[in-house]
Nanobody, 118 residues
Framework: VQLQAYGGGLVQAGGSLRLSCAASGNIFSNSAVAWYRQVPGKQRELVAIISSRDSINYVDSVKGRFTISRDNAKNTMYLQMNSLKPEDTARYYC?????????????WGQGTLVTVSS
């Protein structure tokens, strides 16, 4: 199963982007889905996550600006990003944490670059 993320690009501060991530197989059932981001030289940061029970959490820096959502029927997840700031510039990765009998297995997308100009 592969995850394909897309929707990144160059946007001015204050603008919006919508990231999407589609899975090639049915892995969304009984899984948490999340978006992470990473800038060179820094650790990957969890941005937003929806648990398998649809509980949602965001990192404080994006609360009120970003919205994560999922469509299990389409095996697709989204990240709507509004009021973008230059500090949101990063490569964004989608992640699916599929529950197994022995724990969780992580699927990762290839990342999509978001650049916010000031």
């Amino acid at each position: 199963v592969q995850l394909q993320a897309y929707g990144g690009g160059l946007v001015q501060a204050g603008g919006s982007l919508r990231l999407s991530c589609a899975a090639s197989g049915n892995i969304f059932s009984n899984s948490a889905v999340a978006w992470y981001r990473q800038v060179p030289g820094k650790q990957r940061e969890l941005v937003a996550i929806i648990s398998s029970r649809d509980s949602i959490n965001y990192v404080d820096s994006v609360k009120g600006r970003f919205t994560i959502s999922r469509d299990n029927a389409k095996n697709t997840m989204y990240l709507q990003m509004n009021s973008l700031k230059p500090e949101d510039t990063a490569r964004y990765y989608c992640n699916v944490k599929q529950q197994k009998d022995w724990g969780f297995f992580d699927y990762w997308g290839q990342g999509t670059l978001v650049t916010v100009s000031s």
